[in-house]
């Protein structure tokens, strides 16, 4: 069974450091993998995409690697801010079409 | 604003009532995606149309659901005599495959949260 877990649930840091997200996956024949942030009550917000053939992408204080060989992606937030506080979803595509999101990793960053 | 709009946003209905939600993808868009998400959790996959045909539904859908995509552009998804455990919100999102390229970024609308008393 294709499965996306995310690790840890729960995440508080102070503002100002950096900090990483976990995501692992089940099966290396990944097509693609993007990791989305929600926000309470809200819709998702696409934050970045990996390829299946990229090892990393990088938006701003964001930056996203993968290792389809160990079925891992890490989502790493340099110099964290209050504003940066939502859900963290990584998402995997074992095909062209649906999506297996992992559970989130609610994210807290004390001011 | 051009991105996947959804309406309702919130929907509050008595248990055994039918209720229908829209979503609207981005226009060039020809996938298009229903999931639904409980609390706490991700979102999980339920259907997904290219263009106007429905290619897969997952096991979560029963026959109380349907959705249409009925000239392949706007979506519906109906619940029929709801139930408590439909309570959720609904999310629809939309894509553009790239052929031969691991790309099909999904992007996704504000969802319709349902309440059934």
């Known amino acids: 069974k294709q499965e996306v877990t995310q690790i840890p649930a729960a995440l508080s840091v102070p503002e100002g450091e950096n900090l990483v997200l976990n995501c692992s996956f089940t099966d290396s024949a990944i097509y693609n993998l993007q990791w989305f942030r929600q926000d309470p009550g809200k819709g998702l917000t696409s934050l970045l995409l990996?390829?299946?053939?990229?090892r990393e992408q990088t938006s701003g204080r964001l930056n996203a690697s993968l290792d389809k060989s160990s079925g891992r992606s890490t989502l790493y937030i340099a110099a964290s801010q209050p504003g940066d506080s939502a859900t963290y979803l990584c998402a995997v595509s074992f095909r062209d079409d649906k999506i297996i999101f992992g559970k989130g990793t609610r994210l807290h960053i004390l001011p | 604003d051009t991105g996947v709009s959804q309406d309702p946003r919130h929907k509050i209905t008595k248990r055994g009532q039918n209720v229908t939600f829209r979503c609207d993808p981005i226009?060039?868009?020809?996938?298009l995606y229903w999931y639904r998400q409980t609390l706490g959790q991700g979102p999980e996959f339920l259907t997904y149309f290219q263009n106007e045909a429905q290619l897969e539904k997952s096991r979560l859908l029963s026959d109380r659901f349907s959705a249409e995509r009925p000239k392949g552009s706007f979506s519906t998804l109906e619940i029929q005599r709801t139930e408590q455990g439909d309570s959720a919100m609904y999310l629809c999102a939309s894509s553009l495959p790239i052929s031969g390229r691991s790309y099909n970024e999904q992007f996704f609308g504000p969802g319709t949260r349902l309440t059934v008393l």
């Open positions: 990996i390829q299946s053939s990229q």
């Open positions: 226009s060039e868009h020809n996938r």
